[in-house]
């Protein structure tokens, strides 16, 4: 029959593919010829490297936390010596406390993600410490969705971390994410609509620098007979000249000579453009909303939320640097007392490992 074939199709068995990566974040292309990309690289690209108000809230959250001095302790006494602190005030060859922690929040705010590599040393603790770049790693789940490994994938090479042995090598530290179960939200996802109109608007302020900081003008042209159109050879000779010798800021203030039938009309600014300073300030306002820290501790004007300088500042401790400090050292002590208790046999343990496992806590928040 003529509909047989279908027939034949239903009874096939369905082909079932699963990535090597098993990704789960979906980007969405809606926007795309509008707005900026929000992939991880993209939005550091854009947001940090390329933004000045992304740029200095990020450093000033991460430079700020990892200032913050951290102690050992557990719930009968405060460590001064243990391995755990040796190992986080030097972490690694090339790093130091401050160094790492400020990269570990630093990536956090950029990508929502951390990922911190564990060596293993000749005893219970782990020898070094590193952090590993979060746009390079891809997340294996398993079939219960739990990750299974972790895949650092660089220059056309793969490394993978096996999750599934006595020892976890990586300890993943993520932000909330309201629709992933794997990967965490960055702050510069919720701003990337107020990243993309603060950099339209510097590139306006830039053109309108390089046309000498003036609105552009109308040329008019009125011929001997009446007749209000340029021949082709003239108008692109007029346009040439204009380009050449009445454009850029080293052509700012030259007269401008017309032959005849010629008239140049300024124009003045237009109350869009009167807006666009308060546009620009309006979207850095929201950035840095979005990352938590005051405006007015980055230099926006027009901001009076806080009474004074010094009260921003108590906020942006209480609610931004504490509660990032605090999330980063639960996630390592829990993970380093795991991973130090497998990395030795039982009978090698000391008795710090036995008891209790000490944590790590900002001397702020825990003294």
């Not at 795991?338 to 030795?344: A, K, P, Q």
Request: with cysteine; glycine share 8%; hydrophobic share 40%.
């Amino acid at each position: 029959m003529v509909f047989d074939f279908l027939r034949r199709a239903e009874k096939a068995a369905p082909e079932q593919k699963a990535s090597a990566t098993g990704r789960v974040v979906a980007f969405g292309t809606s926007g795309r010829t509008v707005w900026s990309a929000r992939d991880t690289l993209s939005l550091t690209k854009n947001g940090f490297q390329g933004n000045p108000v992304g740029f200095r809230v990020v450093k000033l959250i991460s430079e700020t936390a990892a200032a913050l001095p951290l102690v050992l302790q557990d719930a009968a006494r405060r460590y001064e010596t243990h391995p755990v602190l040796d190992l986080i005030r030097r972490p690694n060859p090339a790093q130091g406390r401050a160094d790492l922690f400020e990269a570990i929040y630093a990536q956090l705010l950029l990508s929502g993600n951390a990922y911190l590599e564990a060596v293993p040393g000749i005893d219970a603790v782990p020898g070094e410490l590193h952090l590993l770049r979060s746009d390079r790693m891809s997340l294996v789940p398993g079939p219960d969705g739990w990750p299974v490994a972790y895949d650092y994938t660089v220059g056309g090479r793969r490394h993978r971390f096996d999750m599934t042995g006595p020892v976890q090598p990586v300890c993943h530290i993520r932000s909330y994410h309201p629709q992933d179960d794997h990967y965490g939200l960055s702050p510069l996802q919720a701003a990337a609509v107020a990243l993309d109109v603060h950099s339209a608007a510097s590139a306006w302020s830039k053109a309108l620098l390089d046309n000498a900081a003036r609105p552009s003008g109308a040329i008019i042209y009125k011929g001997p007979d009446g007749q209000a159109t340029l021949s082709a050879d003239q108008y692109d000779r007029l346009v040439s000249e204009i380009e050449a010798n009445h454009q850029g800021a080293r052509n700012a203030g030259r007269p401008m000579l017309l032959e005849g039938g010629l008239d140049w009309k300024p124009m003045g600014f237009s109350p869009s453009d009167m807006e666009f300073q308060k546009t620009k300030e309006a979207a850095a306002r929201e950035i840095a909303i979005a990352f938590g820290v005051p405006p007015m501790l980055i230099g926006i004007p027009g901001d009076a939320t806080y009474a004074n300088y010094q009260e921003a500042n108590r906020a942006f401790y209480r609610l931004t640097v504490l509660p990032l400090v605090g999330k980063v050292t639960a996630a390592i002590s829990h993970w380093l007392p795991e991973i130090s208790s497998r990395m030795v046999s039982r009978e090698g343990l000391n008795s710090v490992s036995r008891s209790c496992p000490p944590v790590l806590v900002s001397a702020r928040k825990g003294g």
